[in-house]
Protein backbone atom coordinates (compact mmCIF):
# COMPACT_ATOMS: atom_id res chain seq x y z
CA UNK A 1 0.00 0.00 0.00
CA UNK A 2 2.94 2.45 0.98
CA UNK A 3 4.27 1.61 -2.33
CA UNK A 4 1.02 2.63 -4.36
CA UNK A 5 0.93 5.94 -2.34
CA UNK A 6 4.51 6.71 -3.07
CA UNK A 7 4.10 5.96 -6.73
CA UNK A 8 0.79 7.73 -6.97
CA UNK A 9 2.79 10.93 -5.66
CA UNK A 10 5.63 10.68 -7.62
CA UNK A 11 3.38 10.27 -10.49
CA UNK A 12 1.36 13.43 -9.20
CA UNK A 13 4.42 15.63 -8.69
CA UNK A 14 5.68 14.59 -11.97
CA UNK A 15 2.21 15.99 -13.78
CA UNK A 16 2.66 19.63 -11.90
CA UNK A 17 5.75 19.66 -13.39
CA UNK A 18 5.08 19.20 -16.92
CA UNK A 19 1.75 21.31 -16.64
CA UNK A 20 4.36 23.66 -15.69
CA UNK A 21 5.86 23.68 -18.52
CA UNK A 22 2.90 23.48 -21.07
CA UNK A 23 2.48 26.96 -21.09
CA UNK A 24 4.34 29.77 -22.95
CA UNK A 25 3.34 33.34 -21.65
CA UNK A 26 3.35 36.85 -23.01
CA UNK A 27 2.94 40.22 -21.72
CA UNK A 28 1.08 43.24 -23.22
CA UNK A 29 2.08 46.61 -22.02
CA UNK A 30 0.20 49.73 -22.03
CA UNK A 31 1.29 53.59 -21.18
CA UNK A 32 -0.91 55.62 -20.99
CA UNK A 33 0.06 59.70 -20.63
CA UNK A 34 -1.02 61.42 -17.77
CA UNK A 35 0.92 64.47 -18.66
CA UNK A 36 -1.21 67.49 -18.53
CA UNK A 37 -2.21 69.71 -21.78
CA UNK A 38 -1.91 66.48 -24.16
CA UNK A 39 1.85 66.74 -24.36
CA UNK A 40 2.69 62.81 -23.58
CA UNK A 41 2.15 60.11 -25.55
CA UNK A 42 0.26 56.83 -24.89
CA UNK A 43 0.96 53.26 -26.49
CA UNK A 44 -0.38 49.71 -26.20
CA UNK A 45 3.26 48.01 -26.74
CA UNK A 46 3.56 44.13 -28.17
CA UNK A 47 6.78 42.31 -28.91
CA UNK A 48 7.22 40.33 -31.67
CA UNK A 49 10.46 39.09 -30.58
CA UNK A 50 11.70 36.62 -27.56
CA UNK A 51 14.74 37.14 -25.28
CA UNK A 52 16.17 34.74 -22.81
CA UNK A 53 16.83 36.89 -19.80
CA UNK A 54 19.43 34.12 -19.16
CA UNK A 55 22.01 36.25 -21.72
CA UNK A 56 21.29 39.04 -19.98
CA UNK A 57 22.22 38.13 -16.22
CA UNK A 58 25.29 37.76 -14.39
CA UNK A 59 26.06 37.27 -10.51
CA UNK A 60 27.67 40.17 -9.05
CA UNK A 61 29.90 41.66 -6.64
CA UNK A 62 30.81 44.73 -5.61
CA UNK A 63 34.29 44.19 -7.29
CA UNK A 64 32.76 42.96 -10.24
CA UNK A 65 30.47 45.68 -10.54
CA UNK A 66 33.32 48.17 -10.98
CA UNK A 67 34.66 45.70 -13.54
CA UNK A 68 31.78 44.79 -15.62
CA UNK A 69 29.78 46.68 -17.89
CA UNK A 70 27.03 45.03 -19.86
CA UNK A 71 26.01 46.50 -23.53
CA UNK A 72 22.35 47.05 -23.25
CA UNK A 73 21.77 47.58 -26.93
CA UNK A 74 22.04 43.77 -26.92
CA UNK A 75 18.79 43.42 -25.20
CA UNK A 76 16.62 46.23 -26.90
CA UNK A 77 13.81 44.74 -29.29
CA UNK A 78 13.20 46.66 -32.99
CA UNK A 79 10.50 43.99 -33.67
CA UNK A 80 7.12 45.19 -31.68
CA UNK A 81 3.91 46.31 -32.25
CA UNK A 82 2.98 50.05 -31.44
CA UNK A 83 -0.62 50.87 -30.98
CA UNK A 84 -1.65 54.23 -30.71
CA UNK A 85 -3.84 55.32 -27.55
CA UNK A 86 -5.08 58.56 -26.69
CA UNK A 87 -3.73 60.84 -23.55
CA UNK A 88 -5.81 61.03 -20.68
CA UNK A 89 -5.33 64.47 -20.31
CA UNK A 90 -5.85 67.75 -23.22
CA UNK A 91 -6.00 71.58 -22.86
CA UNK A 92 -9.58 71.22 -21.07
CA UNK A 93 -7.85 68.71 -18.53
CA UNK A 94 -9.27 64.87 -18.20
CA UNK A 95 -10.72 63.68 -21.17
CA UNK A 96 -13.37 60.38 -20.47
CA UNK A 97 -14.10 60.47 -24.16
CA UNK A 98 -10.47 59.44 -24.61
CA UNK A 99 -10.40 56.76 -21.48
CA UNK A 100 -13.49 55.35 -23.56
CA UNK A 101 -11.57 55.11 -26.41
CA UNK A 102 -8.31 53.65 -24.79
CA UNK A 103 -10.72 51.14 -23.21
CA UNK A 104 -12.03 50.01 -26.41
CA UNK A 105 -8.82 49.87 -28.51
CA UNK A 106 -7.55 47.77 -25.06
CA UNK A 107 -10.74 45.48 -25.15
CA UNK A 108 -10.35 44.70 -28.98
CA UNK A 109 -6.54 43.59 -28.43
CA UNK A 110 -7.67 41.79 -25.49
CA UNK A 111 -10.58 39.85 -27.47
CA UNK A 112 -7.91 38.99 -30.55
CA UNK A 113 -5.54 37.62 -27.92
CA UNK A 114 -8.25 35.34 -26.89
CA UNK A 115 -9.15 34.43 -30.41
CA UNK A 116 -5.49 33.40 -30.98
CA UNK A 117 -5.61 30.84 -28.11
CA UNK A 118 -3.59 33.03 -24.90
CA UNK A 119 -5.65 33.36 -21.48
CA UNK A 120 -5.78 36.63 -19.72
CA UNK A 121 -3.63 35.23 -16.24
CA UNK A 122 -2.61 38.55 -14.89
CA UNK A 123 -3.07 42.27 -15.17
CA UNK A 124 -0.77 44.60 -12.85
CA UNK A 125 -0.23 48.23 -13.03
CA UNK A 126 1.06 51.22 -11.58
CA UNK A 127 1.47 54.88 -12.05
CA UNK A 128 4.47 56.89 -12.22
CA UNK A 129 4.95 60.26 -11.50
CA UNK A 130 7.55 63.34 -10.75
CA UNK A 131 6.04 64.22 -7.81
CA UNK A 132 7.77 67.49 -7.11
CA UNK A 133 6.37 70.70 -7.10
CA UNK A 134 3.69 71.24 -10.46
CA UNK A 135 4.29 67.97 -10.67
CA UNK A 136 3.73 67.66 -14.51
CA UNK A 137 5.45 64.64 -15.49
CA UNK A 138 4.05 60.59 -14.80
CA UNK A 139 2.30 57.69 -16.54
CA UNK A 140 -0.09 55.11 -15.82
CA UNK A 141 1.35 51.54 -17.32
CA UNK A 142 -0.64 48.27 -17.12
CA UNK A 143 0.84 44.94 -17.94
CA UNK A 144 -1.44 42.05 -19.33
CA UNK A 145 -0.13 38.85 -19.10
CA UNK A 146 -1.42 36.00 -20.99
CA UNK A 147 -1.08 32.05 -21.43
CA UNK A 148 -1.85 29.54 -23.48
CA UNK A 149 -0.57 26.16 -24.14
CA UNK A 150 2.83 25.76 -25.84
CA UNK A 151 2.13 25.31 -29.57
Known amino acids: MKKNVFFILIAFLGFLSAEAQTFEFKVITSVESIVPNGMGRSRLISTN ?3 DYKEFTSTRSEEDDKRN ?3 RGEIRVKNF ?6 NFYNLGGIRFQNIAANDAVITSKINTMIQEGWDLAFVTSAV ?3 GGKGDGKGIFITRYIFKRPKQ
Request: glycine content about 0%.
Open 128 to 130: ESE
Open 49 to 51: EER
Open 81 to 86: DETKLL
Open 69 to 71: KSD
